[in-house]
């Protein structure tokens, strides 16, 4: 895990190798701006990376203009997916009690209970970062529906593995910090 200075260079770097647009970083103002908008507080990692160089387009989203649709489909996809699986695939945790008949009902609960969760930042994507604990060194999850796995244990490493194509190897390991609520779900698809 990198210091309190961080320095980002070698990581947009891959990220301009593989294509991606680094455009300057984001300024304190836009980042408390971003921040605002989406009601929580980047991790210190994900807010000095951005802070150094800024990816855009493509998968990315635009910090630069955080109250966009797209900023907000990403950070409504994590639920909606979830509102999805419980429709249509039966999904509910036994954690969450017995599931109610109606299916409104089941959304109401579910959506309670991802409102008690950390919040997931967009990162690229499907992939996210919680935005709690307010540490540096949280996990990337891969997001896509109520299938949450676990896409690099921070970072850095998501990064480079992402985008570098070192090979993918499953960052579930000793040391992986746990999230509330999202590493369950993480355990439910093991």
């Known amino acids: 895990m990198r210091g309190t200075r961080m320095v980002w260079r070698a990581e947009h770097q891959i990220l301009t190798d593989a294509g991606v647009t680094v455009a300057p970083g984001l300024t304190e103002a836009e980042l408390d701006r971003a921040e605002s908008v989406i009601g929580a507080r980047f991790p210190p990692d994900l807010r000095s990376f951005l802070s150094e160089g800024l990816p855009v387009g493509g998968r990315f989203p635009d910090w630069r203009g955080p109250d966009s649709t797209d900023i907000r489909r990403q950070l409504d996809w994590p639920f909606e997916g979830m509102a999805f699986d419980i ?94 609520f999202w590493s369950e779900l993480v355990d439910a698809n093991e």
């Not at 990337?140 to 480079?160: H, K, M, P």
Request: proline letters at 7%; hydrophobic letters at 45%; zero cysteines.
């Open 87 to 180: 429709g249509n695939n039966a999904f509910w945790l036994d954690a969450w009690g017995a599931r109610p008949s109606e299916l409104q009902e089941a959304i109401r609960i579910a959506r309670a209970i991802v409102a008690e969760a950390p919040r997931l930042i967009p990162i690229a994507g499907h992939r996210y970062i919680p935005a709690e604990p307010a540490l540096a060194g949280n996990p990337i999850f891969s997001v896509y529906q109520t299938d949450i796995i676990y896409y690099g244990s921070e970072l850095a490493t998501y990064l480079r593995h992402e985008f570098h194509r070192i090979p993918h190897v499953d960052a579930v390991r000793e040391g992986t910090r746990r999230i509330r």
